[in-house]
């Protein structure tokens, strides 16, 4: 069994940073594909960003240059690192845990395992 938690979410200036954290528990903790999502509101709800469990990043092309993802497996966490945020990347920040093993090849139907959600505001 896998349980998600995602923390770090706040309101902050645009140009801001901030750091996301996911905080995963479960006795195959090493064990799975782990990415970020995000949903606006009226959008799509869409990934961002993904890590294989050998520490390989995977961003979208929306995001790449400005998101960095990581993971410190001593604590169980997936970091996602924001820099020069956007009004725009206001959403709902959301994590998950996938049994597929290449970012590449994971569709979002495949993530079988979410947290709650944690919002991002960023003001003007």
């Known amino acids: 069994e896998v349980q998600l938690v995602e923390s770090g979410g706040g309101l902050v200036q645009a140009g801001g940073s901030l750091r996301l954290s996911c905080a995963k528990s479960g006795f195959y903790f090493d064990d799975y594909t782990i990415g970020w999502f995000r949903q606006a509101p009226g959008k799509e709800r869409e990934g961002v960003s993904c890590?294989?469990?050998?520490?390989?990043?995977s961003y979208s092309d929306s995001v790449k240059g400005r998101f960095t993802i990581s993971s410190d497996n001593a604590k169980n966490t997936v970091y996602l690192q924001i820099d020069g945020l956007k009004p725009e990347d206001t959403a709902v920040y959301y994590c998950?845990?996938?049994?597929?093993?290449?970012?590449?090849?994971?569709?979002?139907?495949?993530?079988?395992?979410w947290g709650q959600g944690t919002q991002v505001t960023v003001s003007s």
């Open positions: 890590i294989m469990r050998d520490g390989s990043p």
């Open positions: 998950a845990a996938s049994e597929g093993h290449y970012c590449s090849t994971i569709f979002e139907i495949d993530y079988l395992y």
